[in-house]
């Protein structure tokens, strides 16, 4: 009787109703949106976060896209132009990290930056003629967002340039980023391309790394030149990691052509996790607000069964 009922309006109002999956109790209170009649999510998927208040529509944000996803279901909270195909800039990088950990040559190998790995764009850490071992490289890339040690990074792998980017397409493919394109590894090419509904899917598999968690959610690194006496110690460019938000994993990005970008899993104050995307953001300090206030939001306004 009350799925006739929900077909009905679903019917009436141009809506899709799909089927229970799973017996659960089914809170039918629904409310105008746009001038559609919109129901809780948990009258059609177990288990997954519901609002506690269906008045609230979000968060006003710059960013031109962005979306707050449930790590346990996958649900998602709230977005902003999710399938809008942009820029990614540093975001790149988390791909390039997968590639590279198909590819380790071994923490402790030893790679000499060369001139060749010199890029423009963001600051300097890592200098032609310098001996690094390719675990500081990692750091590096993740943790500062430095392009030549992603560069000397994708070398290292001992695949050429050309396959280094194949090998990141092949990867979007087989996470399922069809609106996806790579060109190549650092994030300063504006051809490196996605959606929020896809960077979702290759965060969800990065931040499930041990080793891309733990460098992206440190405040700082520090390490030693080989062949040199020099000392360098990186800021983790996320501003978020060691404020009041459990940051667990994240990156951050660049471009003129980008915009201000931000990703993070957070976790909650009842250890609910989620991944939020912010892209295209105004400044620099208000993709950190954004994202912020977007976790905050989605904490305050869901229910975690």
């Known amino acids: 009787m009350l799925l006739s009922i929900l077909a009905n309006l679903a019917g009436l109002f141009g809506l899709v109703v799909w089927p229970l999956m799973t017996a659960q109790t089914i809170d039918v209170s629904a409310f105008s949106e746009n001038g559609q009649i919109v129901f809780l999510e948990r009258a059609y ?3 997954a976060p519901y609002k506690k208040n269906n008045i609230s529509l979000g968060v006003d944000v710059t960013a031109q896209s962005a979306i707050i996803v449930d790590k346990r279901t996958d649900f998602v909270l709230w977005q902003k132009n999710p399938a809008e195909l942009r820029s990614l800039a540093s975001l790149t990088k988390l791909m390039s990290a997968l ?8 923490w402790q190998s030893v ?12 600051r300097i850490y890592v200098y032609a003629g310098e001996q690094i071992f390719v675990s500081d490289l990692f750091q590096a890339s993740l943790l500062a967002s430095s392009n030549n040690a992603t560069a000397a990074l994708a070398r290292s792998t001992g695949l050429s340039a050309e396959e280094f980017v194949n090998e990141m397409n092949l990867k979007a493919q087989s996470l399922g ?23 979702v899917k290759l965060i969800k598999v ?18 030693n030149v080989l062949n040199a006496p020099r000392h360098y110690t990186l800021t983790n460019t996320n501003q978020l990691v060691g404020s009041y938000l459990k940051i667990e994993a994240g990156k951050t990005g660049y471009l003129d052509e980008a915009g201000y970008c931000l990703t993070s899993l957070v976790k909650g104050p009842d250890r609910q996790e989620i991944y939020v995307v912010v892209l295209g953001s105004l400044g620099e300090f208000e993709r950190f607000q954004e994202l912020k206030a977007l976790a905050q939001w989605a904490f305050d306004h869901y229910y975690w069964p």
């Open 99 to 106: 590639v590279f950990l198909d590819h380790n040559p071994g």
């Open 111 to 122: 790679v000499t930056i060369q001139p060749g790995d010199y890029r423009e764009g963001g």
């Open 206 to 223: 990065a931040f499930a790394q041990a080793e891309i968690a733990s460098a992206t959610s440190r405040p700082e690194f520090s390490f």
């Open 177 to 199: 980023m069809a609106q996806s394109h790579f060109v190549e590894p650092t994030g300063l090419d504006p051809g490196n391309v996605t959606t929020a509904n896809d960077l």
């Open 45 to 47: 998927r177990a288990g």
